[in-house]
C-alpha cells in the first residue's frame, strides 16, 4: 500500500514537472472508474469516452494545483463532477439518441466492446442493461450524479453537497428520488428471470 | 414501538453504504411485512443497478485504445505551451519587436491610442472650468406679521318709536358720521374681523 502510495506520489511529481506519460500512468489507473461514472451519467458509450477524457484533460491542466491536501482520487473526483456539472449545462439541448450497450454488443468497431457468445446470460445482460438504463433515463441528470455518487462512489450526503455546491437536504431528496423512481421503473420489470428472458429474446 | 418510516429510512442508508441491514434491523423486518416488502424491492433496486457496474465496464481490449486516444489528446493539449528546451530568446528592442510584430498588435494598441488622445483633447475643450463659489451678502427684509384688529360696529334703526325715514347706508362708526347716525342702537351682535397680515412698511 505504501508503495502504491508512493508511486502515485511520484507519478504525481513527475506529472506536474509536464511529464505526459507519467499522468498516462496515472489516467491509467483510475480511467475506469471515471468511465463508469461518465458512462452512467451520460449513457452513451461515445459520449462517456469524450467526457471522461475531458476530465483527464482538465485534471492535466489543473494538476500544478494539487498540494495532496486530499487523496488523488478525491481531488479527480472533485474535477468529474466539476465537468459532468458542466456538461450538464452546454449538453441541454444536444442530442438525445444513444448508443446503448447493445450497440457496443452487437458492433465490431475498435471501441466496441467483444462479441459475446449469445448465451442464456448475454441476453439476460443486454436485457438487464436496457432495463436499467431505461431506469436511469427517467432520472435528471442531478438526481443521477446524487444517486451515482451516493451508491456507486459511497460518498456521504455532506461530501455531495459539498461537491455539487448544495444543501445537504437537497441531496438527501434527490437520492430518495432517484431510488423512487428506479424502483417504480424496475418493479415493473421482473429482471431475475434470465432463463424466461432468454427465451423472450430467442423468440 | 415500531415505526415503518423510520425503518425505512434506516434500511435505505445501510443499503446504500454496502451493509445488510439483516443484522441490524431483524426485529423490525420480522414482524413488519410491509417494511419486509419494501426491504425486498428496494435490495432487489440496488443489487441490479449494481450489477450494472459490472455490465458496463469495457473489456480489456478496449483501454489500449481509449488511453491511445488520451495521449493523443493530451499532446494536442500541450502544443500551445512553450517547452523549456524549445524557448526562443529574442534580443530584438521593445519597440522593434513591437513594430515588427504582427498587425494584430500594433494596429489596435495605436486605434486605442488615438481614441484616448481624441477624447481628452474634446473633453479638454467642452468642459468648462469649474466656477470659483462667491459668497455675496444680500439683505432681504423679514416681513414680520402683524395682527390687526378692525371693530366694526353696525347699526340699526328701531323702527317702532320712531317715525320713519330714509334707510341710511350702514357704515362704520366715525367722527364724521356720529351726528348722521342719532336714532339708531347699535345691534346686539358685534361684529369683530380679524385680518391677518400686512407689514411694518404699511
Redesign the interface.
Known amino acids: 500500500m505504501t508503495t502504491v502510495t508512493d508511486n502515485e506520489t511520484d507519478l504525481i511529481r513527475r506529472a506536474q514537472a509536464d511529464d505526459a506519460n507519467a499522468f498516462c500512468s496515472l489516467a491509467e489507473r483510475y480511467a475506469r472508474r471515471i468511465y463508469l461514472l461518465a458512462f452512467h451519467y451520460c449513457r452513451n458509450a461515445q459520449d462517456a469516452e469524450d467526457l471522461s477524457q475531458e476530465v483527464w484533460l482538465k485534471a492535466y491542466q489543473a494538476l500544478a494545483g494539487f498540494r495532496a491536501e486530499s487523496s488523488f482520487y478525491t481531488w479527480l473526483r472533485r474535477i468529474t463532477i466539476n465537468a459532468f456539472l458542466n456538461h450538464q449545462r452546454t449538453s441541454a439541448s444536444r442530442h438525445q439518441g444513444q448508443t446503448t450497450i447493445v450497440d457496443l454488443i452487437d458492433s465490431d468497431s475498435e471501441t466496441a466492446y467483444e462479441s459475446r457468445s449469445a448465451s442464456a446470460e448475454t441476453v439476460y445482460t443486454k436485457v438487464l442493461f436496457e432495463t436499467v438504463m431505461s431506469a436511469l433515463s427517467e432520472l435528471t441528470p442531478s438526481q443521477r450524479l446524487m444517486f451515482m455518487l451516493r451508491h456507486y462512489e459511497g460518498m456521504s450526503y455532506d461530501e455531495i453537497a459539498a461537491a455539487m455546491n448544495c444543501s445537504t437536504g437537497t441531496i438527501k431528496k434527490g437520492v430518495s428520488r432517484a431510488i423512487s423512481k428506479l424502483r417504480a421503473k424496475l418493479s415493473t420489470t421482473n429482471t431475475d428471470e434470465p432463463e424466461r428472458l432468454t427465451r423472450l429474446a430467442e423468440c | 414501538m415500531h415505526n415503518c418510516k423510520k425503518t425505512r429510512e434506516r434500511f ?1 442508508e445501510l443499503l ?3 451493509a445488510d441491514p439483516r443484522a441490524v434491523l431483524a426485529r423490525e423486518l420480522r414482524e413488519c411485512a410491509e417494511c419486509r416488502e419494501e426491504f425486498g ?2 435490495s ?3 443489487r ?6 459490472e ?5 480489456e ?3 489500449p ?3 491511445a ?3 493523443e ?3 494536442a ?2 502544443q500551445p ?1 512553450v ?1 523549456p528546451g524549445q524557448y526562443h530568446v529574442d534580443n530584438r528592442s521593445w519597440l522593434s519587436r513591437f513594430v515588427f510584430s504582427s498587425i494584430r498588435v500594433p494596429v489596435p494598441v495605436g486605434l486605442a491610442l488615438i481614441a484616448i488622445v481624441g477624447l481628452a483633447f474634446v473633453f479638454s475643450i467642452r468642459v468648462p472650468a469649474v466656477p470659483s463659489i462667491v459668497y455675496v451678502p444680500n439683505e432681504v427684509p423679514v416681513v414680520q406679521e402683524r395682527e390687526r384688529v378692525v371693530t366694526q360696529i353696525v347699526y340699526r334703526e328701531q323702527p317702532s318709536k320712531r317715525k320713519r325715514s330714509k334707510p341710511t347706508p350702514l357704515v362704520p362708526k366715525t367722527d364724521s358720521t356720529v351726528a348722521t347716525l342719532q336714532g339708531f342702537t347699535p345691534a346686539e351682535e358685534v361684529k369683530l374681523t380679524v385680518i391677518k397680515g400686512g407689514s411694518n412698511e404699511k
Open positions: 435505505t446504500l453504504d454496502g424491492e428496494l432487489e433496486t440496488l441490479v443497478t449494481s450489477r450494472l457496474l455490465t458496463a465496464t469495457p473489456p481490449s478496449y483501454w485504445g481509449y488511453h486516444r488520451l495521449k489528446r493530451l499532446r493539449a500541450q505551451r517547452a
